[in-house]
């Protein structure tokens, strides 16, 4: 799971639980509160209906005083009927809806009921004090007390869904404002974890590009101070790994040395006896001669491959290929080959190694050379294609069969092992130095349907992996 | 020809020991960098053969404090590293050539025989390919018993042809040597040039590389094949 997920998830549950979590102790605390306020209002209602009951008592039957009471306090039948849904102040202002949530009972110091807006009929049992009562389906909040001046017994109540709904919509307003905030909070956690993300993104892009011939420490300045020390591991293991390469660079110029000493003994001292065997030892010079190439390539091929220094020049690719033919046309012309070069360039300025790109294209064209009969014509193309150029070395040898080509490009590999004299890494040198420059090489068929084979490599104008470095 | 031999790979330098003594030298050998130093600072030799890794004394330090004393012989370095720029620092030390090994005798002995020549001043009066003998100085071709008068551009061509015979050289080589860096010339000046070469040495004595050069065909050149 990816680490926004995991926090969008992890902050936007936390702050969905302590709402919840304030809202029920609101809820509770309101409810408490708000239950207080309301017993004492209805403590206070009955304390006005017994000032008037005992007001109207001393003038009064008790058959007027019930009629007065109910002709103040019981509630016209409108407020009965109709849906609870309706406006709260009725119509005509006769009275608020929410009036018929309070009534009024009275009784006689016989325990008569003389007023009963609540029409509960319940004489029975009359107790001060607060209590819980069921009438006409609702529970209703009851507060009784008796005159002690005049014996009557008052009692007020309130429906319970009053309160019910007041403390359910203070408890709603408290909750709602932060229910409605969670998306907009997901969104603002989504982009600060975008903004302090970004160092890490930045530490990225120069990882992704690093090549084994271009690596630097990456930047723990920009680092943000959790990564900095996975930053600096991964720094220390780059230095490593560079050490690494070196070695393996110096040892690939020791190898050199030590190889070529010795061979060139070997050599030299075949040279020397050759006059006495021709036969024998002109054999044993062309072995010597082999393994000379053979070593030349594998050198080569790891100084390529550990990505030695290269820093890149801009050169033009025409006189490269130029040279490269001419520096192995006699060899061709002996065997009367005859190569050719259409340019249709003519200046195709490249950032290149040099000599690289003379190597790649004389591996090509030996390669050719090898397996080309006499008297066939070497086709080298030089055509702009994209951001770059196109060359193309095309023979007309037998040709490499399709499911063949990439193992010819891989290395030790010789198709056809009775042509002696390569050592198998001419492909594969060509194509590492084509990788190396930013550009690619395949093995194809000739565009004219001829038999014969058609290397075609592409190489960019501006190679990306060694501009970076200048 | 007294020569120094610095070689410390025993096997190799017994080799090369034998092999220049057989050409009538006088061959000395030494296995290390101080030794030949002192053998370069207090002795006389006309050649000295040194390879560039050496205990003790550094080759390249070799051919630096040979020449800040002054000591003018020739140099030629061997390496067994293969890498331009050890070449160049080598010829910037103030070698007079260098060879990679492993080598060929012949290609040492031509090696040899050039930089003496170069060393001792002899200028070489003729070119000589096959049947063919310029003398650029002035510019007198001769081809078997025929003998003419190159116009300049053909002579500048065939010089540098004739200079390195068997190699392919390019048309951006060859028009350099004609025009310097200035690209004045009509695109088939070279061809004409060329053209008329060929009248005088024989068809197939230069050889053309299509798109890229032309070549001197040493055979060709001696078998004399007329037009």
């Known amino acids: 799971m990816s680490l926004t997920r995991k926090l969008i998830l992890l902050i936007t549950s936390t702050v ?13 605390v309101s409810n408490h509160q708000l239950d207080e306020l309301f017993d004492a209002e209805l403590a206070q209602s009955t304390r006005i209906v017994q000032g008037l009951v005992e007001h109207l008592s001393s003038t009064q039957s008790i058959e007027q005083l019930a009629f007065t009471l109910s002709k103040t306090l019981e509630l016209p039948d409108v407020l ?46 009359l107790e001060p004090g607060f209590a819980w009562q069921e009438a006409a389906g609702y529970q209703w909040r009851t507060f009784t007390m008796r005159d002690t001046s005049t014996g009557f017994w008052i009692r007020t109540a309130q429906r319970e869904d009053v309160r019910d709904e007041l403390s359910q919509e203070i408890a709603l307003g408290n909750v ?19 903004v302090s993300f970004k160092p890490l993104r930045k530490l990225e892009k120069p990882v992704r590009n690093m090549a084994p011939e271009n690596i630097h420490p990456l930047d723990d300045r920009q680092a943000p101070k ?7 591991a991964v720094n220390g293991l780059l230095r490593r790994l560079n050490q690494a390469l070196e070695r393996e ?50 050198l080569l091929l790891s100084r390529v491959d550990s990505g030695a220094q290269f820093p890149p020049e801009h050169h033009n690719l025409s006189a490269i290929l130029e040279q490269s033919i001419a520096d192995v046309a006699p060899l061709a012309l002996k065997k009367n080959i005859e190569p050719v070069l259409q340019d249709e360039t003519g200046h195709s300025l490249v950032s290149c190694h040099s000599a690289l790109i003379n190597t790649l294209m004389r591996s090509l064209l030996a390669n050719a050379i090898q397996y080309s009969p006499p008297h066939t014509i070497i086709t080298t193309n030089l055509v702009p294609a994209g951001e770059g150029y196109a060359i193309s070395v095309c023979d007309q040898g037998p040709g490499i069969p399709a499911e063949e080509r990439e193992r010819a490009l891989s290395r030790f590999v010789r198709l056809d092992q009775r042509k ?16 190396l420059h930013g550009g690619h090489l395949i093995l194809a068929d000739r565009a004219d349907g001829q038999p014969g084979l058609c290397v075609q490599v592409w190489l960019p104008a501006r190679c990306p992996a060694l501009t970076k470095r200048s | 020809m007294r020569i120094l031999l610095t070689e410390d790979d025993h096997p190799l330098a017994n080799t090369m020991l034998s092999m220049l003594r057989d050409d009538q030298n006088t061959v ?20 000295a053969i040194l390879d560039l890794t050496l205990p003790r004394v550094d080759g390249l330090d070799i051919v630096r404090q040979v020449r800040e004393q002054g000591v003018e012989l020739p140099i030629i370095i061997l390496t067994a590293r293969s890498e331009l720029t050890e070449k160049l620092q080598g010829l910037d030390a103030g070698a007079d050539d260098y060879l990679t090994k492993p080598f060929a005798m012949s290609e040492l002995k031509a090696r040899i025989r050039a930089v003496t020549r170069r060393r001792s001043g002899t200028r070489v009066s003729g070119l000589k390919v096959g049947r063919l003998v310029l003398d650029p100085d002035s510019a007198q071709l001769q081809v078997g018993t025929e003998t003419f008068v190159l116009p300049r551009s053909e002579l500048q061509i065939l010089h540098y042809l004739m200079r390195h015979p068997d190699q392919v050289a390019t048309r951006r080589r060859l028009e350099e040597q004609l025009y310097g860096w200035d690209q004045g010339a009509e695109s088939n000046a070279l061809e004409v040039h060329v053209h008329h070469l060929r009248r005088r040495l024989g068809k197939q004595a230069i050889r053309t590389v299509r798109g890229v050069g032309y070549m001197l065909d040493s055979k060709a050149a001696s078998e004399g094949q007329e037009i």
């Open chain 1, 249 to 298: 660079r110096r040892f690939s110029a020791d190898a050199a040395h030590e190889l070529r000493t010795p061979l060139a003994a070997l050599r030299l001292n075949l040279e020397k006896v050759y006059g006495d065997n021709p036969e024998q030892y002109g054999d044993l010079i062309q072995a010597v001669d082999r393994m000379v190439h053979l070593v030349e390539q594998m």
């Open chain 1, 80 to 125: 009965f009927q109709g849906d609870e849904e309706e406006d709260e102040i009725l119509p005509d202002g006769a009275g608020h809806k929410y009036e018929r949530k309070i009534a009024f009972e009275v009784w006689s110091p016989d325990q008569q009921p003389v007023l009963d807006t609540l029409r509960a009929n319940d004489a029975q049992g």
């Open chain 1, 16 to 28: 969905f639980m302590i709402t919840l979590i304030a809202a029920g102790w609101g809820f509770y």
């Open chain 2, 28 to 47: 000395d050998w030494v296995d290390d960098g101080q030794q030949a130093l002192n053998a370069l600072l207090n002795e006389s030799f006309d050649l």
């Open chain 1, 420 to 435: 002696g004299g390569g050592a198998g890494l001419g492909l594969a040198i060509a194509r590492r130095i084509a990788e």
């Open chain 1, 176 to 194: 709602l404002p932060f229910l409605l905030a969670l998306p907009l909070l997901a969104i603002a956690v989504l982009a600060s974890i975008q």
């Open chain 1, 226 to 232: 959790e990564v900095a020390g996975l930053v600096h």
